[in-house]
């Protein structure tokens, strides 16, 4: 042979663009199949993703539902005494910040009752309180307007006359919604009403079995909806993979490197798992959410819903298409990338 | 991607035998066992060719006869199961994945039965793709592959897709993109069976011109004797043996089977 025409073997190297091209018009052109595939995927997030979303869901409202429940005591316990809220003045006195229940009930009265007036210097920090204007005044003018006096917050109480403080109030009685605040020695159980719910020890340790076995619940429901997931989406990828068998074969005989087919793939399985990650964490989200809204009705789920945690598994789920998606094409790529190219030209899959 | 190993890869080109100048391929008792469970198909047993640069050799031979098995064999796409295949000297069997790839993508042109077109691509992306393997820059594959597919009568068909195209034009796309990196051999299994009479015809005139005007070495499989006549010598095969050689005036043709007074 002539040596000096002969080319020195340079490395094929392919730039991951032309990969890309390959794969993006593969996918335009293959539209209903691509579809087909992508469908897989959707399904599989899908299920996933409402299930998570069905979790998520549901703790909310239980939540939720403890909450109101908690509110509505409170809100029947000041009616007990004060039938006719409107037109009654409130004060809050305490330390560190408002519960949530605190805050919702602080909301709550101050739609009733008007006014809400707060101890300068002694008041509890909060969330913003929707609708209510906390007007800061001296102990003796609380003492002097409000009906109900409220200790919240969960911090330390402040430092004052509280004796004095009661014994001008016009209602000579502390409603105390902070769980666990400490009581200054003044205020003993006459001068104060316990409107925080107290859980007994055997209470305590119910509620903590049962927090235990839904979180051993929802971890196994969550593998076997990943299972699920996991199982659907290689098929899709198997099915795609395999019916291009002779493309590969072609491709090979055109000098592409075993390593070129597998990036083609793992690149095509990443866009298809994004789409379909994308789309199924929309669709399933959805789905829960149309489901516990028939069954709980709107307000309640959507005022329970973490909308943040609910992100979080969205993009969560997003990922987990495109991870799947590479991970069950990685097997049937490199079989195809390694195949002889005459054995893949023959397969008519 | 590992590099490629420059100088055993030179050093495996480097062994010319002065007397053996012409010979671009050569087989040497190549078997060619397929199994499948229990089942064992013999396709070749012990084929032995030469084939030399710048001929248009014909493979003849019935169905089952181990054609396409012989062609994969030479060609490089399957690995004998016992013989040796030489490819300008080169022992195929040393070289790694990625030296084959690099003779796949240069050294030989494939042409098949099915034309094996990606179908997703249109006919101008088809014929530039083994040039992107080869390292090409877009532009250049570009106008390359406009200048191959004018050659084969195809320049006014660059951006359809396959599936657009008659048989024989994607026979065409499929020959244009077997020149695509200016190959010493092109190998054209069955080339013409799925094309009717004047169609094929058209592809065997322009192996023959190719091998006229770029000296391109034509090697051909087929069961059809009208396809014979552009060859410089045919060879025939029957259960995976070479049984004889002949040039086509040395040929009686009858209506399906033909005789030779050849030589081997
Ligand atoms: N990949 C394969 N696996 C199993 N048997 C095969 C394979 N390829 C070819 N054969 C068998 O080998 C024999 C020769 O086939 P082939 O080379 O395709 O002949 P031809 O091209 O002349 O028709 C046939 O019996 C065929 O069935
Ligand atoms: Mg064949």
Redesign the interface.
């Known amino acids: 042979?002539n040596?000096t025409t002969?080319?020195?073997?340079?490395?094929?190297?392919?730039p991951i663009r032309?990969a890309l091209e390959?794969v993006l018009?593969?996918l335009?052109?293959?539209l209903g199949r691509s579809v087909v595939t992508i469908t897989g995927v959707v399904c599989g997030i899908a299920f996933l993703m409402s299930i998570l979303t069905g979790q998520i869901v549901k703790r909310g409202v239980a939540d939720e539902d403890a909450r109101r429940e908690e509110i509505s005591r409170i809100m029947s316990f000041i009616r007990s005494d004060l039938p006719k809220l409107s037109g009654h003045t409130i004060g809050i006195v305490g330390g560190g910040t408002l519960s949530e229940v605190e805050a919702r009930v602080v909301e709550q009265l101050a739609g009733e009752a008007g006014t809400i007036l707060a101890l300068k210097g002694g008041t509890p920090s909060a969330r913003t309180l929707h609708g209510v204007t906390l007007r800061p005044v001296p102990a003796a003018q609380m003492a002097g307007e409000a009906s109900v006096i409220f200790i919240m917050g969960d911090g330390n109480l402040p430092d004052f006359d509280w004796n004095g403080f009661l014994g001008q109030a016009l209602n000579n009685l502390a409603a105390v919604t902070a769980p666990d605040v400490k009581l200054p020695p003044v205020l003993t159980a006459e001068r104060t009403v316990q409107l925080a719910r107290a859980w007994s020890a055997e209470e305590l340790e119910a509620k903590s079995l049962e927090a235990r076995k839904e979180r051993f619940r929802s971890i196994w429901i969550t593998v076997i909806s990943l299972l699920v997931t996991v199982i659907g989406i290689s098929n899709a990828m198997l099915m795609s993979v395999t019916e291009r068998f002779?493309?590969i074969?072609?491709?090979?005989?055109?000098?592409?490197?075993?390593?070129?087919v597998t990036q083609m793939f793992v690149l095509e399985a990443s866009i298809m798992g994004l789409v379909g990650g994308f789309f199924g964490a929309v669709l399933g989200a959805a789905f829960a959410l149309t489901v516990y809204v028939i069954t709980y009705g709107g307000s309640l789920v959507f005022s329970a819903l973490p909308v943040g945690t609910m992100f979080l598994y969205a993009v969560g789920c997003v990922f987990a298409g495109v991870a799947l998606s590479i991970v069950a094409a990685l097997y049937p790529a490199k079989v195809a990338a390694s195949m002889?190219?005459?054995?893949a030209?023959r397969s008519t899959v | 991607m590992a590099k490629i190993d420059m100088k055993r890869f030179q050093a495996l080109f480097e062994e010319p035998g002065e007397q053996e100048q012409s010979v671009i391929i050569r087989g040497v008792d190549i078997h060619k066992i397929y199994r499948s469970g229990p089942q064992e198909t013999h396709a070749l047993r012990g084929a032995t060719l030469d084939v030399y640069r710048g001929e248009y050799l014909s493979i003849m031979g019935p169905s089952g006869s181990g054609k396409s098995t012989l062609f994969n064999a030479i060609g490089a796409l399957v690995k004998p199961t016992s013989g040796r295949v030489y490819i300008d000297q080169v022992d195929i069997a040393q070289l790694d994945t990625e030296e084959l790839a690099w003779l796949r993508c240069r050294k030989i042109g494939y042409v098949f039965q099915t034309f094996n077109l990606i179908q997703v691509m249109t006919c101008l992306e088809n014929v530039t793709l083994p040039m992107s393997f080869a390292g090409l820059s877009t532009e250049e594959a570009r106008d390359k592959g406009i200048r191959i597919l004018k050659m084969v009568g195809l320049g006014h068909r660059i951006l359809h897709k396959p599936a657009e195209l008659s048989g024989g034009q994607q026979q065409r796309v499929a020959v244009a993109r077997a020149l695509a990196n200016s190959p010493d051999i092109i190998l054209a299994d069955e080339p013409t069976a799925n094309l009717d009479q004047s169609t094929g015809q058209e592809i065997i005139d322009l192996f023959k011109n190719l091998q006229n005007t770029l000296g391109v070495t034509i090697i051909s499989a087929t069961h059809d004797t009208k396809m014979l006549q552009a060859s410089d010598r045919i060879l025939w095969i029957e259960d995976g043996v070479i049984v004889k050689a002949a040039r086509p005036e040395e040929m009686t043709f009858t209506s399906d089977k033909f005789g030779a007074h050849g030589h081997h």
């Open positions: 042979m040596l002969a080319t020195i073997p340079e490395q094929v190297k392919l032309i390959v018009q593969g335009r052109i293959r002779r493309e074969g072609t491709m090979k005989c055109l000098g592409a490197l075993s390593s070129f002889v190219p005459a054995t030209l």
